[in-house]
């Protein structure tokens, strides 16, 4: 059995060398399929799980209060430009909010260029600077890797002191160890008390540089008007959220004067529905990819099955020959089924070499997102290669099987 299957497979890989230019088409034909449908799920697969993991790392217990509903909305509907949310309203709502268990953070960013110095060394001017308070790292879902965090001292007294991002650790200090020392920042000077742990780039946002800094201090240095503030608050007891939801909402509108007849001019988020609400987003453009795929396939499926075709109508002499020589019609069509196999499984390794190649090369170079070898999407498109060179290698190998061994020998 074993020689039988390994004589079948020779035939058929000498049939596939001989009509190596006809091969190749029909192999990149798969391939671009197979590209389509991997790169695409890579990509998504990468995406989802950065940005779930931002959000998932606030836990279930924590809401945002924003200045827009994190929502999709339709082109033609018409989008209410909200008030920003300002420093005296979040002071007021930190003030007036005083419900069981729970913790406010109030952070702003007032820079996403900002210059930072150490001794003779500075970064480029990409660094972000926020102004937060003693609860932001908590209800972030940010942790230290080394030093401390803020305390309720630090943003009373406006304390000249900073947490950098992981980043700050190579880029600007090297060997040295950053805690205790000082940056300057816009001519300011800062004592580094903490670094984050590495939390990786989300669509270019290197969130793992960036200089957290007590908020009276920020708001002392940029000064800039109409500063959007972002709150977020986070309740010891996951069960009590809606109750907590519904104490900040009537918080919030009575602070932003609104009357009972009015709709909110902010939004507020969980961050379990946040997670939802991506997944929702990346199934559909997965729905999108396996139908775009889908065609590709499809032809491709074609493209091999014509190509069986021909490949039996040219070799008809030589299936009278091996008929007369004592071959089984089972043994014929076997021949051209390993070949049509062979063929698409060509296809479906180059097309998932490319395909993780093209979702690496988005992954870091546009997004600047972390990639993941696709397993799931690696082994769907292994079947459906399978598939589909079954599927366009059996009507041919019928059709050999049935060949007459004398008509085929008259065969010219």
Request: some cysteine.
């Amino acid at each position: 059995m074993f020689t039988l299957f390994r004589e079948n497979f020779y035939i058929a890989w000498d049939s596939i060398k001989s009509q190596l230019l006809r091969t190749l088409i029909t192999v990149f034909i798969i391939g671009i399929g197979i590209t389509a449908l991997v790169g695409i799920l890579s990509l998504i697969n990468a995406l989802e799980t950065s940005l779930t993991g931002s959000f998932s790392d606030m836990g279930s217990n924590t809401f945002t209060v924003n200045r827009y509903e994190f929502t999709s909305r339709n082109r033609d509907e018409k989008q209410k430009i909200n008030p920003v949310i300002t420093y005296q309203q979040v002071k007021q709502f930190s003030e007036d909010y005083n419900y069981p268990v729970a913790t406010t953070s109030i952070a702003f960013t007032g820079t996403r260029t900002a210059e930072v110095k150490f001794e003779s060394d500075k970064t480029d001017p990409e660094v972000s600077v926020l102004g937060a308070n003693e609860n932001f790292l908590d209800n972030s879902g940010l942790k230290l890797e080394s030093g401390r965090n803020f305390t309720t001292f630090d943003i009373q007294n406006n304390t000249r002191v900073c947490i950098l991002g992981s980043d700050f650790r190579k880029n600007l200090f090297k060997s040295t160890n950053p805690i205790d020392k000082t940056i300057s920042v816009r001519g300011t000077k800062f004592k580094v008390i903490g670094i984050l742990e590495e939390k990786g780039s989300t669509f270019g946002n290197r969130v793992d540089l960036r200089v957290i800094i007590p908020i009276q201090v920020a708001r002392s240095i940029y000064t800039q008007p109409f500063i959007n503030y972002d709150m977020s608050v986070k309740v010891a007891d996951a069960n009590l959220m809606d109750s907590a939801q519904d104490e900040a909402i009537a918080v919030f509108r009575n602070i932003r004067n609104l009357s009972p007849v009015e709709e909110n001019d902010f939004g507020m988020q969980r961050s379990d529905d946040l997670i939802n609400q991506i997944k929702e987003d990346t199934a559909k453009i997965n729905l999108a990819a396996w139908f775009i795929s889908g065609l590709t396939i499809f032809g491709s499926c074609i493209a091999l099955l014509n190509i069986m075709l021909v490949s039996v109508t040219e070799r008809t002499r030589e299936i009278g020959v091996r008929k007369a020589l004592g071959a089984k019609k089972s043994t014929i069509a076997f021949q051209f089924l390993y070949e049509a196999i062979l063929v698409g499984q060509m296809g479906g390794i180059l097309g998932i070499v490319l395909g993780c190649l093209i979702g690496l090369a988005i992954s870091k170079f546009a997004f600047q997102i972390e990639f993941m070898i696709p397993w799931g999407a690696i082994i769907i498109a292994t079947v459906i290669t399978f598939i589909v060179a079954l599927l366009s290698g059996i009507i041919p190998a019928i059709k050999a099987a049935r060949l007459d061994p004398v008509e085929s020998l008259r065969y010219e």
